[in-house]
């Protein structure tokens, strides 16, 4: 089972298209993540990430929705 995880582009760095990446926020926890294949990720923006990569983006509501169903997972007991 994979698991992508929704967090908040905070910077992008400029670079040639396989080597964009930028700064993304995972609830105040920042990771350097590859935007390659999501071009016109901008800062601000919502994506999902896996392995590093972002691979979609989210509109807000969708992606707090995913962060507030991910902490509930987190605060039980299974």
Do not use: N, W
């Amino acid at each position: 089972m994979c698991l992508a995880i929704p967090g908040k582009i905070i910077s992008v760095e400029q670079g040639d298209d396989l080597l964009h990446c930028g700064k993304v926020s995972f609830g105040g926890i920042i990771k350097d993540v590859q935007l390659c294949f999501v071009p016109d990720a901008e800062m601000g923006d919502y994506v999902i990430v896996h392995a590093g990569f972002a691979i979609g983006k989210l509109d807000q509501e969708e992606a707090q929705r995913s962060i507030e169903t991910l902490q509930a997972l987190a605060e039980t007991d299974i």
